[in-house]
């Protein structure tokens, strides 16, 4: 097995610089050295770790990257392939300049109380299409919001603990999730649905105005009330709902 690192070459793309890393797998900007390329000039290559190469973790990763390239969505990250090569496990996808956390930290002035809505409602709008399509995404967090700097466009990624069905179920033990950003019943180990990114959603909200030292507007309370209730029940229906409300509604 090849060790996967700067300068490695897979389907014609030139390994970069590492973007990004978690647990499982690492991200690198990648640039295509034939001169029409098979997808973009640019993309993002994600890489499993070698020492995840169990069965099930490959399995996971596998499913993660199919998950992602069924879907066609200008608010969602588009996957390319899902590729094997030299023993190693490979996701071609669309690649952005960074997360929404990333740019807050970083370039927290290229950000204003309206461009954020925009932001906030193409977001809404990625995880809507998820839903409708039967997925539950299961990590919503500003750092799963990749953003181009001119901010043209916002995409949600990292499908890696989505569920494909209505209930998920977690057979009495939490798993996965990122903290604070966890509903209570999936961190209970009880069933949760769509109603689970909601929560999450309306978390990733209230950290998005806590960041940036945005001042919570009526609206944006409700917003944040609404779909981060503890109980499910007392939530919005969908995330159309968050739409409906910040694109027919005036923000003050």
Known sequence: ?????????????????MVGS?????????????????????????VLHPRRLERNQIRQFVKEGKIAKSLEHPNIVKVFDVIQEDGNFFILMEY??????????AKKNIFNEKNII?????????ISYIHKNGIVHKD??????????SLEKIKITDFGLSQIGRWI????KFKGGTEGYIAPEIYEGRPGDEKSDIYSFGKTIEKIYKE??????????NIIRIATDPKPENRFESMEGIVYILETRKIE
Not at 1 to 17: D, P, S
Not at 169 to 172: E, K
């Open 1 to 17: 097995m090849e060790k996967i690192r700067t300068g490695y070459i897979v389907k014609n793309y030139i390994l970069k610089e």
């Open 140 to 149: 919503i967090n500003p750092s799963n919001i990749l953003i181009t700097y």
């Open 118 to 126: 925009d932001i906030i409602v193409k977001a809404a709008k990625g």
């Open 96 to 105: 952005l300049d960074t997360d929404l956390m990333k740019a807050i930290r």
């Open 169 to 172: 179920f977690n057979r009495g």
């Open 212 to 221: 940036l030292n945005f001042p919570l507007n009526d609206k944006i309370k």
């Open 22 to 46: 978690g647990g499982f797998s690492t991200v690198y900007r990648a640039e295509s050295i034939e001169p029409f390329p098979l997808y973009n000039s640019i993309i993002a290559v994600k």
